[in-house]
């Protein structure tokens, strides 16, 4: 599950930390490769994290350090930073994932890129098509192509080292160039605001002030039913903006 991308009710906190969550069920797909899993993506602006519930599997990373694969079984915690593209395996068939995802808003805002082909990435239209998947078989497809992107990708870097990924990381920059501006008020709103929150409680508590805690309530969120074709696997959302006292 996820949380919605909505900025929430005015006067309902947001969810702790400004952050996304997702109950994610891995693609289990074969591959072209014999592989199962998700769609190779990296994301712009944001951090990620998987905590695994089941099943075992791998991530594959291509970053700075070059190509690695991180095995994942229940109970492993492993998080990555802006830029890194990853690549999820479902080795068991049934990975699940609590995903954890850095600055709610922007991943849903269009943060992530897919690792298509060059002359996709370097098409905005023909990305957007490529990347819409509302249904299995586009969500099929839209994972095989940024696979045959991924494949070019991982050649480049064991080829190249490292440094070659800043071919993909200046198509991606240019991708989410005109909707970056946009984000800074989704920023503003959620995990700004919610530090410049804290900041004044911090500087209430030094002087022995406890008003804000006079405000404490318990809030939740509804599921919203179905499911949806994430990057990666199938997505459960969560209505943040219907967020409510409980």
């Given at each position: 599950?996820?949380?919605?991308?909505?900025?929430?009710?005015?006067?309902?906190?947001?969810?702790?930390?400004?952050?996304?969550?997702?109950?994610?069920?891995?693609?289990?797909?074969?591959?072209?490769?014999?592989?199962?899993?998700?769609?190779?993506?990296?994301?712009?602006?944001?951090?990620?994290?998987?905590?695994?519930?089941?099943?075992?599997?791998?991530?594959?990373?291509?970053?700075?350090?070059?190509?690695?694969?991180?095995?994942?079984?229940a109970g492993a915690?492993?998080?990555?930073?802006?830029?890194?593209?990853?690549?999820?395996?479902?080795?068991?068939?049934?990975?699940?994932?609590?995903?954890?995802?850095?600055?709610?808003?922007?991943?849903?805002?269009?943060?992530?890129?897919?690792?298509?082909?060059?002359?996709?990435?370097?098409?905005?239209?023909?990305?957007?098509?490529?990347?819409?998947?509302?249904?299995?078989?586009?969500?099929?497809?839209?994972?095989?192509?940024?696979?045959?992107?991924?494949?070019?990708?991982?050649?480049?870097?064991?080829?190249?080292?490292?440094?070659?990924?800043?071919?993909?990381?200046?198509?991606?920059?240019?991708?989410?160039?005109?909707?970056?501006?946009?984000?800074?008020?989704?920023?503003?709103?959620?995990?700004?605001?919610?530090?410049?929150?804290?900041?004044?409680?911090?500087?209430?508590?030094?002087?022995?002030?406890?008003?804000?805690?006079?405000?404490?309530?318990?809030?939740?969120?509804?599921?919203?039913?179905?499911?949806?074709?994430?990057?990666?696997?199938?997505l459960s959302v969560?209505?943040?903006?219907?967020?409510?006292?409980?």
């Amino acid at each position: 599950m996820r949380l919605s991308a909505g900025a929430g009710v005015p006067g309902v906190e947001a969810f702790p930390g400004a952050v996304g969550l997702s109950a994610l069920r891995v693609y289990d797909w074969p591959a072209a490769d014999g592989l199962r899993g998700g769609s190779p993506h990296l994301h712009t602006a944001s951090a990620e994290g998987y905590a695994v519930l089941g099943g075992t599997g791998a991530v594959q990373t291509l970053s700075a350090a070059g190509y690695a694969e991180h095995p994942l079984a229940a109970g492993a915690l492993l998080w990555f930073t802006p830029g890194t593209v990853h690549r999820l395996v479902n080795t068991s068939g049934d990975l699940r994932l609590l995903v954890v995802m850095q600055n709610a808003g922007l991943p849903e805002a269009g943060d992530a890129v897919l690792t298509f082909p060059a002359d996709v990435l370097a098409d905005p239209g023909a990305y957007a098509a490529a990347a819409r998947a509302g249904t299995e078989e586009e969500a099929r497809r839209r994972r095989d192509l940024a696979l045959a992107g991924y494949a070019h990708w991982c050649e480049r870097v064991a080829a190249e080292g490292p440094g070659a990924l800043a071919d993909l990381h200046a198509a991606a920059a240019r991708l989410v160039a005109p909707r970056a501006g946009g984000w800074r008020e989704l920023w503003r709103q959620r995990p700004l605001a919610q530090a410049e929150r804290t900041g004044e409680h911090l500087h209430a508590l030094a002087a022995a002030d406890p008003a804000h805690l006079a405000g404490a309530r318990v809030l939740s969120a509804d599921a919203v039913p179905g499911e949806r074709f994430g990057m990666c696997g199938r997505l459960s959302v969560w209505d943040l903006d219907g967020a409510r006292e409980a």
